[in-house]
């Protein structure tokens, strides 16, 4: 009978962890996402420093120098399908002007601004950037188009708007 019960016991604590594991896995996700959001928001201006630093240094677009970037409130968290890593999509209007003896020189439209989503990625804990623009997406566009590779998280909807807060 000692044995029945203990059996019993065992069933019913297995049943509560099986019933609680996955609560306990979205809470600790979510708390790593709010924990990413935070420190994407405190971190923010010295991202976009390093945004722009890597990114003026690719000699890309052929032709053009990056003057500056004016950067936007507007910011989507997504995670990335393959690697389960946090990443942000922030909204930047982005400033050119052709270098000299460039075949971009004559050209009209290289003062035009372009808008672009820079991509930010969080990498145990801590953000970074390979200086990437994805241009001419807003960033929910880019969340959006980007489908496959990532997941929009659920708590940025809520979060990204005051997200350029420091």
């Given at each position: ?9 065992s ?12 609560r ?9 996402e ?133």
């Amino acid at each position: 009978m000692v044995w029945l019960i203990a059996g019993v016991v065992s069933l019913a604590v297995l049943a509560g962890i099986a019933l609680l594991a996955p609560r306990l896995a979205q809470r600790t996700l979510q708390r790593e996402e709010q924990r990413a959001i935070q420190e994407f928001r405190h971190r923010r201006e010295v991202l976009e420093a390093r945004f722009f630093e890597l990114a003026s240094a690719t000699g890309k677009p052929r032709g053009l120098r990056w003057k500056h970037c004016d950067w936007k409130d507007a910011v989507r968290f997504a995670r990335e399908v393959e690697s389960g890593e946090i990443a942000a999509f922030a909204a930047v209007e982005i400033h050119f002007e052709a270098i000299a003896g460039s075949d971009m020189e004559d050209v009209a439209a290289v003062g035009d601004v372009r808008d672009a989503s820079a991509v930010f990625h969080c990498h145990e804990g801590q953000w970074g950037t390979g200086g990437k623009a994805l241009f001419n997406m807003a960033p929910e566009l880019a969340v959006e188009r980007l489908a496959g590779q990532y997941t929009p998280l659920r708590i940025a909807e809520n979060e990204s708007a005051s997200a350029r807060m420091t």
